[in-house]
């Protein structure tokens, strides 16, 4: 069986890695990690070996019996798959049936598939003016810029009418755990993170997914790092850096 290899940025500020994590360790897929902090020494150098884009995070599946530290050029290179999406869809196709999935309903997979573009492609407001910063703790008041309100209104739109419409089936968003809560997983956090009053399902979804082990083992993990990136801990909006 191939290996894989995980290369994430730093586990405070770097949303799109921990969808990409959470995913693999919710699936239970046997997986190594590879940190490379982000906007450090030779971060493009690094991550630049496996990505053409030049972020992170990557899935690297390497042939069976290669090494931890190969090389990844030539003609046996690894597969690499960058972007926490497609890492989903490759890791969901390559362990059908173990790992973890869409709803299944067809009108239920359609819209969970929707919301999760919605996520990968919009959102910005959000994440230049709440960006992702797991150790923060900061009293943010969303309805003082129009375009945040939306955007925090949208996902609180989106959390309530699902959970609204499956309640019956279980506590996640399509009732059984699934892809779209590891797409807003991130979401839920900043929420955490940047005091945001929080009610009824919304609350009850947002504390539910900062349960998980998995997104605890997560958060402790960012809290030890020692990095920092002052843009977004001191929410420079003259330098402030998407990172998803």
Do not use: T
């Not at 931890?68 to 690894?78: E, K, M, S």
């Not at 959000?126 to 939306?150: E, H, S, T």
């Not at 997914?209 to 790092?225: C, D, K, S, T, Y």
Request: net charge negative; with cysteine.
């Amino acid at each position: 069986m191939s290996k894989l290899r995980l290369v994430i940025g730093n586990k405070n500020y770097s949303s799109w890695s921990l969808r990409a994590w959470l995913y693999l360790e919710l699936s239970g897929v046997s997986f190594e990690e590879e940190r490379i902090a982000l906007f450090r020494g030779d971060f493009r150098e690094r991550i630049a070996r496996y990505s053409p884009a030049g972020r992170v995070p990557v899935l690297v599946e390497l042939p069976e019996g290669e090494g931890g530290g190969g090389d990844v050029d030539g003609d046996d290179a690894p597969i690499c798959v960058w972007d926490s999406w497609a890492i989903i869809e490759h890791v969901r196709e390559r362990f059908e049936g173990m790992a973890l999935d869409w709803p299944r309903a067809p009108a239920a997979r359609a819209e969970a598939r929707a919301i999760a573009a919605e996520m990968h492609a919009g959102f910005g407001a959000l994440r230049q003016q709440m960006p992702f910063n797991v150790r923060a703790r900061r009293k943010i008041d969303p309805r003082g810029d129009a375009a945040l309100w939306r955007d925090v209104e949208r996902v609180r739109e989106i959390v309530v009418g699902c959970r609204e419409r499956h309640l019956h089936q279980g506590r996640w968003l399509y009732g059984d755990l699934s892809i779209a809560d590891v797409m807003y997983a991130p979401v839920a956090l900043r929420l955490l993170s940047y005091q945001v009053e929080l009610r009824g399902v919304l609350a009850d979804w947002v504390h539910a997914i900062n349960l998980l082990p998995a997104v605890a083992r997560w958060v402790a993990a960012a809290e030890a790092e020692r990095e920092q990136i002052p843009e977004i801990d001191e929410l420079r909006a003259d330098a402030l850096v998407s990172l998803g």
